[in-house]
């Protein structure tokens, strides 16, 4: 493409250190956009085109933009707006804080909450609906436990449910007296969870309100997981209104397929183009499925094959959530058994997450060519869990240097809500990794996964995710060089399609 044909004033960002990703020319001095796109990466600052703007970097560090390519958009947005009750201490602390935020509900609607944790309160710190009832004057009020299998809620929050909660595999609490105690676990909280879901609306605005929080974080593109939530529409609504700072690579649940779905690649700031699946469930709700014949098969090997077949028949690639060894072993064997109708159609599959690899099955993401779709952040926070639950199962757990050293492609992402939505907290676990450190990959590696990878994931390796003349201009300034200082390293300004999204200079 020749960016000379493209108008608009240019701009020269220099000054600081610019680190291209692109093995051929890893540094620069110097970056010229023009409209949408980089239109050239310079030794040297001087070269820039006369009456060319600048931006001086002030010694910082410029970079390709942060993908976050495992992420529940949605949700998050949704999780920002609720009470946090993650570091309340005790029952006292938390009630407290309830207190002061039912005082703030207005009628009619919930007062939401997540992260309390019982675990760490003292042993006659009992959550129960009198507690909440005795602050909430009324408002429905529904708290979501730290791990999402337990919900407390107070009278207004059980009534609204109407009672009808007990089912296989969930728990109604009761009381002596027979009464619920407004605590609800595993299929009785997900039944009310599905029945009390926030509304369209709801969900837009706190998917508004969350953008800018993302664009600060240096975020130029997510790969949603939340496909359900009616995220593809909510996101089409805001691109739309030229509201959305992002490009979102969007996937849908596979029970889409049956509906006739079809990827809509040329929406712009939005695409549709794979699917998602599980194999199994989680590490810490004791779920994951693994070679000892434990945990839960949410999808079998035969049925992830007809999910990939019809998938690549519509044009979609499948993304696969897997977590047990047992679960990654089969979605590879699903993979290597459909590959003559995803690979000649230039499909990229991917196994999400990628927890617990045996080693015989490391090798075989690179030799597929599926990727995987990794959270640093989870090695760190699951790491005391891990230990227990899986003892020297640990071992070939979130193995993401072995995977790298096998050749695979590493995609890195979040989680979130499960994790913080932040790419550098994420790319610092990684590579500052104390547990199994053996398994830390290289800041080169991680900052590949967040920047390169992502973009080859949804087929933009040849217009994003580099630093190069005729590519994207989708950038993150960082106010220093994380090669010198990782730990410190902060976003000051984002830009994506050469837009500022997050911070425009000048900058003091
Ligand atoms: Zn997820």
């Not at 000054?15 to 051929?24: E, K, P, Q, Y």
């Not at 600052?45 to 060319?52: I, V």
């Not at 072993?329 to 990229?348: I, K, S, V, Y």
């Not at 994380?482 to 837009?499: F, H, I, K, N, W």
Request: hydrophobic share 45%; net charge negative.
């Amino acid at each position: 493409m020749d960016t000379r044909e493209r108008g608009g004033p240019a701009v020269v960002l220099h000054g600081g250190t610019v680190r291209t990703l692109d093995a051929a020319r890893p540094t620069a001095a110097a970056v010229v956009v023009r409209g949408d796109r980089i239109a050239a990466v310079l030794d040297d600052a001087r070269d820039a085109p006369a009456g060319a703007s600048r931006v001086d970097l002030q010694g910082g560090c410029l970079l390709p933009g942060f993908t976050d390519a495992h992420v529940h958009f949605p949700a998050w947005a949704l999780a920002r707006r609720e009470l946090q009750l993650q570091d309340a201490a005790s029952l006292a602390e938390a009630v407290d804080r309830i207190a002061r935020a039912a005082a703030g509900t207005p009628p009619g609607t919930w007062l939401r909450g997540r992260g309390w944790r019982r675990e760490r309160w003292g042993a006659d710190d009992e959550p129960t609906r009198a507690t909440l009832d005795a602050v909430s004057a009324g408002v429905p009020v529904a708290l979501r436990a730290h791990d999402g299998h337990s919900l407390w809620l107070n009278s207004a929050g059980l009534a609204w449910a109407g009672g009808d909660l007990d089912t296989r595999g969930g728990v109604v609490e009761r009381d002596a007296a027979g009464e619920p105690t407004g605590i609800l676990r595993e299929e009785a909280a997900w039944r009310f969870e599905a029945r009390a879901e926030p509304g369209a609306t709801e969900t837009l605005r706190a998917v508004r309100d969350a953008l800018p929080a993302a664009a600060a974080a240096g975020v130029v593109a997510i790969h949603d997981k939340d496909g359900g939530r009616h995220a593809p529409e909510l996101f089409a609504a805001l691109r739309d209104e030229g509201a959305l700072p992002l490009r979102v690579w969007q996937s849908l649940p596979a029970e889409r397929l049956a509906g006739g779905a079809e990827p809509d690649l040329h929406g712009g700031l939005l695409r549709i183009g794979y699917v998602k699946a599980f194999m199994d469930g989680t590490l810490g709700s004791r779920t994951a499925r693994l070679l000892d014949g434990t945990g839960v098969e949410i999808t079998s090997r035969a049925a992830l094959e007809e999910i990939v077949r019809r998938a690549s028949a519509a044009g979609f690639a499948v993304a696969v959530h897997a977590i047990g060894d047992l679960a990654n072993r089969e979605a590879l064997d699903a993979f290597e058994a459909t590959r003559e109708h995803w690979q000649p159609r230039g499909l990229r599959p991917r196994i999400e997450h990628a927890q617990c690899v045996h080693p015989d099955d490391v090798p075989r993401f690179a030799r597929l060519g599926v990727a995987a779709s990794v959270q640093y952040t989870h090695a760190t926070s699951d790491r005391d869990v891990a230990d227990r639950l899986w003892g020297e199962r640990a071992d070939h757990a979130y193995p993401y240097r072995s995977l790298r050293a096998a050749g695979a492609v590493l995609a890195g992402g979040s989680d979130a809500p499960i994790e913080e939505l932040d790419p550098l907290a994420g790319i610092r676990a990684g590579v500052l990794r104390d547990w199994h450190p053996e398994q830390a990959v290289t800041l080169d590696e991680a900052l590949v996964a967040t920047c390169v990878n992502p973009a080859i994931l949804c087929g933009d390796g040849r217009r994003r995710g580099k630093l190069l003349p005729g590519y994207l201009a989708d950038l993150v300034v960082l106010d220093r060089d994380p090669y010198v200082d990782l730990e410190g390293a902060q976003v000051v300004a984002t830009m994506v399609g050469g837009s500022w999204v997050w911070n425009a200079p000048p900058w003091d």
